[in-house]
């Protein structure tokens, strides 16, 4: 890998002018000393020895929380119709909503 120049206040000003940024004279100034630190950090990472690491997208073991979605039996439909207040051909009836005049 080769080395990179550093990072100067010409790279974050044409960055700046990229994004159509408006960068004063202090932004540029902080911007140019924060990007900097980014891109070093990044070459500290990038140098860092990983063979035989394997890639990984978390860092801790990921484990299921949530029960087994196992099948039961499910609820008896005619308990269930008797608690409605009105049902109708085995099904639950309610008010016509969409299309009723006023």
């Excluded at 202090?26 to 630190?37: G, K, P, S, Y």
């Excluded at 929380?65 to 085995?90: H, Q, Y």
């Amino acid at each position: 890998m080769t080395e990179l120049p550093p990072l100067g206040r010409d790279d974050v000003a044409h960055v700046a002018q990229l994004a159509r940024l408006a960068l004063g004279e202090v932004e540029l100034e902080t911007f140019t000393n924060q990007l900097a630190r980014v891109v070093e950090h990044a070459r500290d990472v990038a140098a860092l020895d990983v063979e035989g690491v394997p890639p990984t997208a978390h860092p801790l073991p990921v484990r299921n929380v949530l029960r087994a979605d196992d099948p039961r039996p499910g609820l008896d439909r005619a308990e269930v119709l008797a608690a409605a207040p009105v049902a109708e051909e085995g099904r639950f009836k309610v008010p016509r909503i969409v299309g009723e005049a006023p």
